[in-house]
Every structure is written in structure tokens, then in C-alpha cells.
């Protein structure tokens, strides 16, 4: 029975239900709305916030035109009113004011809009009218149209309704606060044409085939160039997933998406027709779970004379579908009569790098260097980051010694992942040295620069340092982004001091003021933080603003979840989200998931749980496909 997709974790209340609730485990769980996922948990905390939950309402978002949804929608007007902001975040006072980074400007504003970013434009021109700050008629009018263009975008109603309401808010600031009519803006702001290609994408990444294929129609030649090739052999997958399709039918149709895209180059490969054809069938098995008949196909594929370029892309997309050693033995077995190019070596290093099989990238570079290819910077930068996973400072110190002695110039990559390797070796200040030698090359760092050196701090605690290297940062005009500021977070939450907890919110908040983006990373910390400072109530409310957010919780914030539990003394409802993430596809449990919930029940003195999760995960970890599952010190104990 194949794994449900990541949509029905929000459907799967019956999972966590209270012990009070007896019901039969469910063999079909329907796709949901993210409300249900929220539900669930509530009800398994048995939370009477559940009750009190809003149903979130979705209306027609005017004047927007054209929507390809097939739900029919009501039209509710547009009211006048300011826009729903809450209060600006408190100022941190003395050496944690460079931290208070939301006192920005109209300039910030501009540049979010040019950039397209609109989630981060919304957050700005919030902060702007908290400011007392007055945006002029142009800026709204700009803003408007790029809300409505995210809009039209919108891969989920929920989202849809969001900028609905947003384009309402503004729509009220310029009536109430410019004193202009709507009609003003409304015939001032320009429509963004939205491009065919962007439809198909959204049509195709929320697999609807019927939607996806009317497009595709539509587009001429030239626009599917603007589409990468994992998009039509989606399509291709989508429309053999169509019973609705006779046999000729749905031979037409793929025939007619290979035609579209053959002869166009990406990344160095130009596939044909049959080469597409051959390529979809193969993704649609690898991606539906038919590992056999993926396997035969593959077989069959690679005995067509003339497919070099079409081997080279089906060794690439076996490795994104995370069949490593078919990939490699496919690698292995054409060498024969297709030459290995650098870049093929450089995939092979950082895929394996990237699911913990440092052996693997570490001897593909040796395969290269044994093949006669010469290694250029990008791989030596793949090697080096393969080191900084494997905290082989020696080795990462002595590659870089040898790039010298070849003529290789380092670029800041090179020196980033050396400074890394350091961070992770718990020596901060040896990623400083390196810093400064990447500055006397007159190199300048980058976010991905700073962001090693402040976890490096971090990591050990030191605070001052952390500050110091974000007014670095600050002043080297490298704005911060989310990965920056879970690196501040990770400083301040790991202290006892409950008013340094309060601080790290306090930073969270200046930032997503400033228009930095919230990821899964920064909420998942948030859920640390509260647990700290507002008890298990304070979890709940902060994981339903993550909802609403429309942000998917990961294996990472489960295990969150599931260790608050455990602080709590609910084992059982740590189980119950432990068997509600087996149910998921993209949210497996991992070692450190399986580790959190022996040491729950270690403490709950259930050794027969413990013993029940030891066989599992034995048994898991021989045919686990991904690297979710691995042996380290912590559950060796275990083991």
C-alpha cells in the first residue's frame, strides 16, 4: 500500500484523538484544508481551543479576472477599511538594538515590489503605516498590482483568500488614509500579465492534469523554452495517472508534450522526442512507487542506440527520485560510450553529500580523477562541502592548499564551506581566520558566509560574538535573511534565562516587520521558545498562527512536538503523532524522531515500547530508500 501524500497528515485526526476517543483506524484519509491538521492536534491535546476555531471563509477576489478554479465563488464587495496590522515589535534595548531592523524605509518597500516579492512587500508597507509613515499613491498602486498578481498565482484557497483581503486592507488605506477614491488606484494600477507557462507549473505542482493539459494547448512554441523538463515529464506522469484517457488518447497527448519540448537544451542536453517519452514513463513508475517495472524500463531504455544525452538526464532524474544506486550503477555501466562530464561527477558528490553518503560523493571524485576528467573549482567546491559535512577539517584545509598549488582561484564558496568545517568542529574562531583571508583575496562575503560564522557562535553560546558578527553583517550591506535569523534565535534559545527567550521573540518579530519571510525553520524554533517561556497553551496558539500561516510542519517539527509531550508527561499523544507521521509521505519519522520517543518512553518506564521502536527501526533502516534513517552515538545506545 503506497504512503499518502504530505495533504492527508491534515486530514488524520482520528490519529490523535484523545483516550477517551475509541475509533478504527482509518484506511482512506481524505485530502483537507490545513484547518483539520490543527484540529487534530487540539483535540489530541484535548484542547477546548478546538471548539473556538474559525472556519476560514473564501470570496472571490475582485477585480480579479480569468480564474481557472472550478469552484464556484461568491462575490463579496470590497469594504473600506485600514489595513489589519498589529503592533510594531518593542525595541531591544542597548547591545541587542542592532537587532531591531523593522524601522524601515519607503525605499524598502520599493525595492520588495521591483523584486516581486510580495509576501515580504505586504509585511513592509504594514510596518510603513505603523511607522506614521506615508505611502505615496504610486507605490500603493504598485504594490496593488503585484498582490493581485500573486493572487492569480495562488496555489491554495486559503492563500487566494489571503490576498484577497489584502488587496480590501489597501484598498481602505487609500480611500481613508490618501484620501483618494478606489477608482484612483484601481486605474492607476497596471495588470501584470501572467504568463501561460507560470499557469502550467501551478496546474502541474498541484497535479491537476485537466487544468495543466488545457494550458499546455494554449502555449506556443516559444513559451516552453521558460519551462524546465521535470515540469513535462510531471505532465507526461499526470496524464498516464488519467483513467479517464483512452489508451489512444493518452498516447496523443504524451506524444504531443514530447514534440513540444525535444530539441531544446538544458543543461547541456538535448533530448528527442522519444528520449521524453521513455523519460515520463520511467518518472511516472519511479514516482508511483512500481520500482520493478521502473527498473525493466530503465533496462529497456539504456539498449536504444543514440540516447546519449537522454541517459545523461535519466541518471539525473533517478537521482532526484533519490535511486542513488541505480543511479550509479547506470553511471557505472554506460562509460563505455557516453563521456562523463565533470558536472555528471559534481550531481553524483553533491546528491550523495545531501543524504549522508559522504563515502559515496568522496568516491566519485576519486572515479573523475581516475577517468582522466579534470576538476575545476565547482569541484573542488563540492568536495569541500562534502568534507564540512564529514568535519574533516585536515582534509578540507589540505584541498584548499592543493587548489593554490594548481591555480585554482577560491572563490567565496570555497571559503565558506572552509569556514564551515571549522563551525562544525565547534571552532569559531578558526572561520574567523578564514573569513579574514577571504577578505584580503578581496572576496566578499555573502548571507551564506555570515550565517556560518553567527551558528558557529551560537552553537557555543556566545552571544556577544553573535551580535557582534550580525553588526558585521549589517555593516558589510548584507541584509539578513530567515537562515540568519534562526541562527540568532539558536543563541538565545538555548540560555535559561527566560528574558532571553523574550528577546529571541523580540528579534523574530523586527524581522518579520522588516519583510523577512517566515520559514518552517523560524516557526519550528518559535514552538522551542514558547515551550519555554508560555507553557503547553502558548504551543497550541503559536502552532495555530503556523497554520493559518499555510506553513506544512516537517519531521522537524514534530519531533518538536513530540519532545514538548514528552516535558508534559502526554507519552501517549507523542505516540499518536509518531504514527500519524508514518502515515505521511514527505514526513517519515527519522533517527533523531525514533530517539525522542525511546527516551520518552525510557522515562515513562516502558521498556516494552522501547524494545517495540528498537525492532522497528532496525527493521526500517534496511529498506529505508532515503537518508532519513542513521546510526549515530545517541540511539546506538539503543540499538
Known amino acids: 500500500m503506497m504512503r499518502k501524500s504530505t495533504a492527508h497528515v491534515n486530514k488524520a485526526s482520528t490519529l490523535l484523538l484523545s483516550a477517551k476517543q475509541e475509533r478504527p483506524r482509518p484506511t482512506i484519509i481524505a485530502s483537507c484544508c490545513w484547518q483539520t491538521h490543527l484540529n487534530a492536534l487540539l483535540r489530541a491535546f484535548d484542547s477546548p481551543l478546538s471548539k473556538t476555531r474559525p472556519v476560514t471563509r473564501w470570496t472571490k477576489l475582485h477585480p480579479l479576472r480569468h480564474r481557472t478554479y472550478t469552484t464556484t465563488l461568491k462575490t ?92 480590501e486592507d489597501l484598498l481602505g488605506y487609500v480611500e481613508t488614509v490618501l484620501g483618494e477614491s478606489s477608482a484612483v488606484l484601481l486605474s492607476n494600477s497596471q495588470v501584470i500579465p501572467i504568463p501561460l507557462y507560470k499557469l502550467l507549473m501551478r496546474a502541474i505542482a498541484q497535479r491537476n492534469g485537466s487544468d495543466a493539459w488545457t494550458i499546455f494547448m494554449k502555449m506556443k512554441r516559444g513559451e516552453n523554452k521558460r519551462i524546465k523538463r521535470i515540469y513535462y515529464l510531471k505532465l507526461i506522469a499526470l496524464i498516464q495517472k488519467d483513467s479517464s484517457l483512452s489508451l489512444e488518447e493518452c498516447q496523443s497527448r504524451m506524444s504531443l508534450i514530447a514534440m513540444a519540448h525535444c530539441d531544446i537544451e538544458e543543461s547541456g ?18 514516482s508511483e512507487g512500481r520500482l520493478r517495472e521502473g527498473y525493466t524500463a530503465v533496462n529497456a531504455f539504456i539498449n536504444i542506440p543514440g540516447t546519449h544525452d537522454g541517459i545523461e538526464e ?71 562541502h562534502t568534507f564540512s559535512e564529514q568535519r574533516e577539517k585536515e582534509r578540507a584545509c589540505n584541498m584548499l592548499d592543493t587548489m593554490h598549488s594548481l591555480g585554482i582561484v577560491p572563490d567565496v564558496t570555497t571559503y565558506s564551506e572552509i569556514m ?27 548571507t551564506y558566509s555570515f550565517s556560518i560564522i553567527i551558528d558557529a557562535f551560537a552553537a557555543r553560546e556566545d552571544i556577544p560574538r553573535v551580535i557582534r558578527w550580525f553588526e558585521i553583517m549589517l555593516e558589510n550591506e548584507v541584509r ?37 519571510k517566515f520559514d518552517l525553520v ?24 503556523m497554520i493559518k500561516e499555510h506553513i506544512s510542519p ?59 521502536l528498537v525492532d522497528e527501526f532496525n527493521e526500517e533502516i534496511k529498506h529505508a530508500k532515503s537518508s532519513r534513517l542513521w546510526v549515530d552515538p545517541v540511539i546506538e545506545e539503543y540499538l
Not at 269 to 276: P, Q, Y
Not at 487 to 504: E, G, H, R, T, Y
Not at 559 to 576: E, I, S
Request: hydrophobic share 40%; aromatic share 10%.
Open 76 to 167: 463579496e464587495p470590497l469594504t473600506k477599511k485600514i489595513p489589519k496590522i498589529k503592533h510594531l515589535p518593542r525595541d531591544l534595548e542597548g547591545p541587542l538594538g542592532v537587532f531591531n531592523i523593522s524601522n524601515i524605509e519607503l525605499a524598502h518597500l520599493d525595492l520588495s515590489i521591483r523584486k516581486g516579492d510580495a509576501s515580504g512587500a505586504w509585511a513592509q508597507f504594514n510596518t510603513l503605516c505603523l511607522l506614521n509613515k506615508r505611502i505615496p499613491l504610486d507605490l500603493c498602486c504598485s504594490l496593488y498590482s503585484l498582490i493581485r498578481f500573486a493572487g492569480e498565482l495562488a496555489k491554495s484557497q486559503t492563500v487566494y483568500s489571503d490576498r484577497h483581503s489584502q488587496l
Open 522 to 545: 523560524l516557526y519550528t524554533m518559535f514552538l522551542k521558545i514558547h515551550a519555554c517561556t508560555s507553557g503547553f497553551s502558548g504551543i497550541l496558539s503559536f502552532h495555530s498562527d
Open 420 to 446: 564551515r568545517v571549522h563551525g562544525r568542529m565547534g571552532e569559531p574562531r578558526a572561520s574567523v581566520v578564514y573569513y579574514d583571508l577571504m577578505r584580503r583575496a578581496g572576496i566578499k562575503p555573502n
Open 269 to 286: 542536453r538535448t533530448l528527442t522526442a522519444s528520449d521524453i517519452l521513455w523519460l515520463g514513463k520511467i518518472y511516472h513508475l519511479y
Open 314 to 384: 535519466m541518471i539525473w532524474q533517478l537521482l532526484q527520485l533519490e535511486q542513488l544506486d541505480l543511479a550509479t550503477n547506470i553511471f557505472d555501466r554506460t562509460k563505455e560510450f557516453i563521456v562523463h562530464t565533470e558536472q555528471m561527477y559534481v550531481n553524483f558528490m553533491r546528491v550523495y553529500t545531501r543524504h549522508r553518503r559522504c563515502r559515496g560523493a568522496l568516491w566519485h571524485f576519486e572515479k573523475m580523477l581516475a577517468m582522466g576528467t579534470t576538476p575545476t573549482l565547482k569541484s573542488f567546491n563540492a568536495l569541500l
Open 480 to 516: 539578513p535573511n530567515e537562515v540568519i535569523i534562526s541562527c540568532v534565535m539558536k543563541a538565545f534559545q538555548q540560555q535559561d534565562d527566560p528574558n532571553l527567550a523574550i528577546a529571541s521573540m523580540q528579534i523574530a518579530k523586527h524581522a518579520l516587520a522588516s519583510g523577512i
Open 554 to 612: 516537517n519531521v522537524y517539527t514534530y519531533n518538536v512536538l513530540m519532545d514538548v509531550c514528552g516535558k508534559y508527561g502526554m507519552y501517549d499523544t507523542a505516540q499518536q503523532i509518531f504514527e500519524l507521521m508514518k502515515e505521511t509521505e514527505h514526513q517519515q519519522p527519522n533517527t533523531v524522531t525514533y530517539t525522542i520517543l525511546m527516551d520518552l518512553w525510557t522515562k515513562a518506564r516502558r521498556p516494552d515500547k522501547v524494545q517495540l
